[in-house]
């Protein structure tokens, strides 16, 4: 469907968007931000299930590696403060 408001740009019909719509509430913030920050915006920009599946398990990775270096970050502390149990 053709945009009336930019000339040459199409846009999705009222289904498919929707349908979009409904896959960035599944995917969650974190997922869509970290998904917007590795596209290339200077050409079209592509979006589908199987590519956020791939930015969700990225994002878990490294969500769970954060969280092993801060726990062990916050053991080296303690143990260089002498107040390791």
Do not use: H
């Not at 846009?11 to 995917?27: G, I, K």
């Not at 050409?43 to 954060?66: G, I, P, W």
Request: hydrophobic share 35%.
């Amino acid at each position: 469907m053709l945009d009336a408001r930019s000339p040459g740009k199409v846009r999705p019909n009222s289904r498919q968007w929707n349908r979009s719509v409904e896959d960035r509430q599944e995917a969650g913030g974190e997922i869509i931000r970290l998904w917007v920050a590795s596209v290339d915006f200077q050409e079209d920009v592509t979006v589908s299930e199987d590519l956020m599946k791939q930015v969700a398990e990225n994002y878990r990775k490294v969500r769970n590696t954060f969280k092993y270096l801060l726990s062990n970050l916050r053991t080296s502390i303690c143990a260089a403060r002498g107040e390791l149990r």
